[in-house]
């Protein structure tokens, strides 16, 4: 821990306002690549292994979104806890199959964590 900590290249600053604020480069690395960036800013978090699902500041205020549809993820995990049927919800918010399965998985890896 110590030559980590004596080594610079391990760690990064997480503001430009707070050069201080020191954290280990490793660790918040991996956070970091599901983020998109415009203008030197992040813009949006496509989530790993969550590749139809978006959150966006700038759409649905921030929740989680199928991308194509800008409908919610929880929105389709409750009607399918409802209804549980794949194809009755794919037909009512005319998205995908996909889409469906992609905001089930999504929730469902929100609910385990």
């Known amino acids: 821990m110590i030559e980590a900590l004596e080594n610079s290249e391990s760690l990064i ?7 201080g604020q020191m954290v280990f480069r490793e660790v918040v690395s991996s956070s970091l690549k599901d983020l998109e960036y415009e203008n030197g800013e992040v813009v ?7 590749r139809l699902v978006v959150l966006d500041p700038d759409r649905a205020f921030g929740e989680s979104i199928l991308d194509r549809s800008a409908v919610s993820t ?19 918010y005319d998205i995908s199959l996909a889409d469906v399965r992609a905001a089930r998985r999504f ?7």
């Open 44 to 50: 949006r978090w496509r989530p790993k292994d969550h």
């Open 13 to 19: 600053s997480l503001s430009p306002r707070r050069a």
């Open 107 to 113: 929730e469902a890896s929100l609910a385990r964590r």
């Open 74 to 92: 929880s929105v389709i995990s409750d009607e399918l806890s409802v209804f549980g049927d794949e194809r009755y919800i794919a037909r009512a």
